[in-house]
């Protein structure tokens, strides 16, 4: 079975400073990835996929994330972070086993951002 | 552009009562899903649905009923709450199984 592993509860970074929020997955073939971010009170909103191909994807709001086989990782970045990106972002692996497709989150990541 | 629509946002419920999460979405989308979210563990898959007429189990099923009777809704139905059942529940859909748009969730409270 798959499962995503999100070592940092909370960030906290200066407004202006650049971003990586760490993800880790574990699953024996090739998974699709994902980023999501949830906004206080409100619903997870998809950041960004990763299904194959360029291992360096690019999402909605200036975010970006690299797939990397080898270290088993789909971190998150932003090169300058501004203060309405403070959210939780979670991290995701889909999995497909015979037709039974299954998402699998991690815990998420808080992110504080400080003027 | 209303995307998908949960009600109610707030409820708090008894021991042992019963309720149903409503969930619609006018986005045509063939899967639907119930999640939980606690703190420190992400979210849980409750139930979801392929599509009218067919749903199935997630992570953490037990103590819940969904049906999908039109391609719009999918009811998240709690049968006897328990404390254990406090939670945020949010509702998804999507064209497939991966990428899912949310709603803003239901926070419940079973006291």
């Known amino acids: 079975a798959q499962s995503v592993t999100q070592p940092d509860i909370h960030i906290t970074v200066s407004e202006g400073a650049s971003l990586e929020l760490r993800c880790n997955y574990s699953?024996?073939?090739?998974?699709?990835l994902f980023w999501y971010v949830q906004s206080p009170g409100q619903g997870l909103q998809l950041l960004l996929k990763y299904f194959s191909g360029d291992t360096l994807v690019q999402g909605i709001k200036g975010f970006e994330a690299e797939f990397k086989r080898s270290q088993s990782s789909f971190n998150l970045r932003k090169p300058s972070v501004h203060w309405s990106d403070a959210a939780e972002y979670f991290c995701a692996v889909g999995a497909s086993n015979f037709g039974n497709e299954k998402l699998t989150f991690g815990t998420g990541t808080r992110l504080t951002i400080i003027p | 552009n209303a995307g998908v629509t949960q009600t109610p946002k707030f409820q708090v419920l008894k021991t042992g009562q019963s309720m149903t999460l409503q969930c619609a979405q006018d986005?045509?989308?063939?899967?639907m899903s119930w999640y939980r979210q606690d703190p420190g563990m992400g979210l849980r898959l409750i139930h979801y649905s392929v599509g009218a007429g067919i749903t199935d189990q997630g992570e953490v099923p037990n103590g819940y009923n969904v049906s999908r009777s039109t391609t719009e809704d999918f009811p998240l139905r709690l049968l006897s709450a328990a404390p254990s059942q406090t939670s945020v529940y949010f509702c998804?859909?999507?064209?497939?199984?991966?990428?899912?748009?949310f709603g803003e969730g239901s926070r419940l409270t079973v006291l």
């Open positions: 986005m045509n989308h063939e899967y």
């Open positions: 998804a859909s999507s064209q497939g199984p991966w990428e899912l748009f």
């Open positions: 699953y024996g073939a090739t998974p699709y």
